[in-house]
Nanobody, 122 residues
């Protein structure tokens, strides 16, 4: 069974770059027709899809975050990563990685990580 696990620093200073890694086990990130997403949930708000990397390596980004977001992968480690630049306290959220057959993910599905809290504060 596919499992996903987020990792990265829990505290980031304003203006810095947030970097998170999602480690996947039980399945390959290059398996056809799956998309690997990053989603976040700020306190008291709903889920926000940030972007995804496809089985092919193609990337897709939310228009509202595109200028600050980069998603990449390391197929040898079966991992994909999120980088969000120029963070502000408004980027404080629980960050999730997920696998889906859709590019854009807006609801929790069967293959999500447990989430990791990231706080942006000086």
């Amino acid at each position: 069974q596919v499992q996903l696990q987020e990792s990265g620093p829990g505290l980031v200073k304003p203006s810095q770059t947030l970097s998170l890694t999602c480690t996947v086990s039980g399945g390959s990130i290059t398996t056809n027709y799956y998309y690997w997403s990053w989603i976040r949930q700020p306190p008291g708000k709903g889920l926000e899809w940030m972007g995804a990397i496809a089985y092919s390596g193609s990337t897709y980004y939310s228009p509202s975050l595109k200028s600050r977001t980069s998603i990449s992968r390391d197929t040898s480690k079966n991992q994909f990563t999120l980088q969000l630049s120029s963070v502000t306290p408004e980027d404080t959220a629980v960050y999730y990685c997920a696998r889906d057959k859709m590019v854009v993910v807006t609801t929790k599905g069967d293959y999500w990580g447990q989430g990791t809290q990231v706080t942006v504060s000086s």
